[in-house]
T-cell receptor, first 111, second 113 residues
């Protein structure tokens, strides 16, 4: 079982819709959770971090964390073609320094 | 967010030569930096963890004598690919921890001919 799992996609949504990206993790000791966006040919860019259960909103992005279910999600409201990218879920366990990444979900927003 | 820079952004070298890639944290001090490699349409692969003032920790399967890492200061880590071969052609990305969050540099695209 992979430590951090994401649906690889591709996920396609029409412009203006809500894109929902999901991630599950296996280590119950995980404390920190991150979403990165990676455009083709570019390096990952941090878009959200979340540390406690519940929702965290930042503009059109909402991260949701449920530690009991070992589940973290990212919602993108009013999706734009410029949101088309691969979204990486990353988890940091306990006292670890490095992140464990999922394999990413490729999102395409159709104009 | 914090800014991490890399230099060069791309490099072409001949087989058998060595290439040095620099990674700098511009507005914060980073006791720990990470080096990743990414092949086209594949996931990030952690190569090593670079700790300021001490030896790097390499992931299983990564040759430490081929990928030399030096973290000489709190803002600079370097990766040297020694005796590069075409199979070393890849996208190399460094990353640094600022606070609780990890920020990536823009990456260096290495092509070995």
């Amino acid at each position: 079982q992979k430590e951090v799992e994401q649906n690889s996609g591709p996920l396609s949504v029409p412009e203006g819709a809500i894109a929902s990206l999901n991630c599950t993790y296996s280590d119950r000791g995980s404390q920190s959770f991150f979403w990165y966006r990676q455009y083709s040919g570019k390096s990952p860019e941090l878009i959200m971090s979340i540390y406690s259960n519940g929702d965290k909103e930042d503009g059109r992005f909402t991260a949701q964390l449920n530690k009991a279910s070992q589940y973290v999600s990212l919602l993108i409201r009013d999706s734009q073609p410029s949101d088309s990218a691969t979204y990486l879920c990353a988890v940091r366990a306990g006292s670890a320094r490095q992140l464990t990444f999922g394999s990413g979900t490729q999102l395409t927003v159709l104009p | 967010g914090a800014v991490v820079s890399q230099h060069p952004s791309w490099v072409i070298c001949k087989s058998g030569t060595s290439v040095k890639i620099e990674c700098r944290s511009l507005d914060f001090q980073a006791t720990t930096m990470f080096w990743y490699r990414q092949f086209p349409k594949q996931s990030l692969m952690l190569m090593a963890t670079s700790n300021e003032g001490s030896k790097a920790t390499y992931e299983q399967g990564v040759e430490k004598d081929k990928f030399l890492i030096n973290h000489a200061s709190l803002t600079l880590s370097t990766l040297t690919v020694t005796s590069a071969h075409p199979e070393d052609s890849s996208f190399y990305i460094c990353s640094a921890i600022g606070g609780y969050e990890q920020y990536f540099g823009p990456g260096t695209r290495l092509t070995v001919t």
